[in-house]
């Protein structure tokens, strides 16, 4: 078993930046990859970027703004700059392992 704690969400104005941060305890070394997904109100879950063994994966809608890294075996983040209103979502942190793991979100929201 894996679990994930996100950290780092809230209101940030649009042009902002927010840095999410999520840290997998248990089983951490069954864990190959990790990453981000969000879900806007009324839209199904989306990934926004991933990372496993060193390489990157960004949604377009992102790409050039977010920037992901996993510091080491238990801890990732995403840093999001220039944000815009259709950022506004509950981002998950997404473990690979056996199984897919899901922290419980947190909620990011851009608005003046």
């Known amino acids: 078993q894996v679990q994930l704690v996100e950290s780092g969400g809230g209101l940030v104005e649009p042009g902002g930046s927010l840095r999410l941060s999520c840290t997998a305890s248990?089983?951490?070394?069954?864990?190959?990859?990790m990453g981000w997904y969000r879900q806007a109100p009324g839209k199904q879950r989306e990934l926004v970027a991933t990372?496993?063994?060193?390489?990157t994966t960004y949604a377009d809608s992102v790409k050039g703004r977010f920037a992901v890294s996993r510091a080491n075996i238990k801890n990732v983040y995403l840093q999001m700059n220039s944000l815009k209103s259709e950022d506004t979502a509950v981002y998950y942190c997404?473990?690979?392992?056996?199984?897919?793991?899901w922290g419980q979100g947190t909620q990011v929201t851009v608005s003046s």
């Open positions: 997404h473990a690979s392992s056996v199984r897919d793991y």
């Open positions: 248990g089983n951490i070394f069954s864990i190959y990859a």
């Open positions: 990372v496993a063994s060193g390489r």
